[in-house]
């Protein structure tokens, strides 16, 4: 179990309450919709409402031509250009606002202002477009089809890239190889449904003279320099802010079109406009995730260990390449993490991103890995299954061992420390297996079939400036910055360029500054989200914030308890190495030793410089940059493992356990660490059993509202027993691991196990996600037949 870092009561390692809950939990904060200016005007956008087609020409409402917005309207502004350094790479620009072609159902082509949204939108509604439309693109096995046109000019089929990776001996592996067994997967695309969509609010400063630019963002900073490139601006001239942030998951991790859009037409027209996407927009328009499809063939010989691995990996991203993400993010992902936290040294894998008349594929939270993970723990799953071996075995025989470490995988990542092994006897202890003969046999007799599930994970977090440039991103996201200001009445400030929208950032942070400065964290503010405030930094996505911003923010409190020692010290009168800061106090160490309170240093610092040592300057401000010691990141891991009943009749899965054994390194926050894990594993459940997002053969999606898109709620999301295992990283401070993914990644992988467990006495299996009651009644249909063939 972790221990406290520290005996101060409430800096690192205690489960102290957050900060910013009493204001979420009260209503009292301001979201987009919240904000607004004098003289603003709601934006609708007229969307496309076909997948693929040219625009013909488009009419505005007679008396509106002022109201209603083109791109040529907008002014001399540039596309959406996600770059890649990946050799064969295809840009694609995205435009703020469809010019001469739509590529995806809910592209915007217009622009309307109204006075209120629903006048807005009743403006769009009279907006007149005449299509010449083309095929869509609407599936993977058409994106080298010769019978589709490229989507994108200047492009032979719709293939974004096509990446390899050749390690060790394959062939070699095929040959030695005992067994050799070859599975398909498919991982199926899902909205975000993040719970406030995306949001715009925009206008012109008078008195700076700098375009505002509110917006629902993860990394205003970087927004901010994206955007002055877009609109050939100077940083200088723009404001970006980043309000209170009702959830993302990566979905706001994006430049968008809406924000270019906004901007550039508030610069034109001196118009404050605000934009909130709507339910229905955001299920159709913003960005999706996952849609992979794997093949995966194993080589192993007769006690599952396995020998060598191959693969081939197709990845549906959509229209266009989101910024600064690119197109290929998931595949890149996923051809990287299929080797797993297994030693595999023999693995060859072609993984191919495809274009399609979909909306963009996104960051969601797992990047890649879900689809990864799901793809070799259902293959050792399966290959267990195959050689009537135990699952947590075959995994115990092919985990990278402690004493390995660092790990360079076959997929070309290093992995800092770990102990997998332990993580799935943790996991294996908590679920208890033995428990499942009982359960069948209560079961006996009924429509349920119980089954059992494990599924390891890896999450690279807090990623390095190395591994950013080996991407070949536009962006290198690789350090962090923050400013720490302590008041004169001895409080502090703290401005970070990260964004905390539910990952208790606020808390977390202050409990930093209170491990180096001993000051109570409910005397410490968090401001984010503002470039006018905040050094320039990179947002929080990826599980890096706690990492690279904790990490900024230790550094510069070491900066600044050095200085309040030594005000502290020399109005004491004793020397400075004889002092510490505890409890609010700079103290003498000395036994009864006197003490002087921060507030007291913090007077003399601003407001009494002649009680100051003569080589200390006035003030208590600091800045202070921070990376990791090594760019490959840290890696956090862990084991799931899911006990589930499936009914026969109806194919519904219902979860009886759910255990989960993580190491994140040095928990910070354990009650935030185990909300965050939680969160997680609702999303996995969401991506195992309910969420999917499909579309016809014309590329219309057939999921826009919630009554055909189901999420889980409260009821369907079980209550999971979570176990910490935690080893520090040895390249970050504090040994601390980012995890805000962990409880996303594994669980459709471990649920699908417990489901195909359930299921393989009937002779039935399942690969796809989500796990549909009609799929599962499907394969069972299919096993009856395929029995009586």
Known sequence: MHQPFSSNGKGIGRSILRNEDERLLSGRSSFIADISQPGMWEVAFLRSPVAHARIVGVQKPAGMEKRVFLLADLGDILPIRADSQAKGFRRSDYPAIANDKVRFVGEPIAICLGRTRADAEDLAQQVLVEFEELPAVSDLSQCRDPAYPPIHPGWTDNLYLEAHVNVGDVDRARTEAAVTLTREYRMNRQAIVSLEGRGVMTYIDERTGELVVYSSTQFPHVIRTALANCLKMKERELRVVAPEVGGSFGVKNNLNPEEVALAALTRKTKKPLRWVEDRREHLIASPHAREHRYQVTVHADRNGVILGLEASIDVDAGAYSVWPWTAPMESGMAIGFLPGPYAITNYRATARTCASNKSPLGPYRGVGRPGACFAIE?????????????????????????????????????????????????????????????LRERYSGTDYRIGIGYATYLEQTAHGTAEWVQRGLPVVFGYEQAALQMTPDGMLIIDVPIQNHGQGLETTLAQVASEELGIDPAHVVVRHGDTSLAPYGMGTFASRSMVMSGGAVGCASELLAEKLRKIGAHLLQVPVEDVKLANGFVIAKSPGGAQVSLEEVAVAAFLRPERLPEDVDPGLSVVASYRTSKDTGAWSYGTHAAIVAVDIGTGLVHILDYAIAHDCGTIVNPMIVDGQMMGGLAQGIGTALYEEMPYNSDGQPLASTFMDYLVPGASEVFPARIEHLSLPSPITKYGIKGMGEGGAIPAPASLCNAVNDALRSLDASINETPMTPERIVRALIDAEAGAKA
């Open 378 to 438: 259902r293959t050792v799953d399966e290959l267990a299954a195959h050689l009537g071996l135990d699952p947590v075995e075959v995994r115990l025989r092919n985990y990278v061992k402690p004493d390995q470490f660092p790990w360079r995988s076959a997929g070309g990542k290093t992995y800092d420390n770990g102990d997998y092994a332990a993580s799935a006897v943790a996991a294996r202890n908590l679920i208890k297996p033995e428990r499942v003969a009982a």
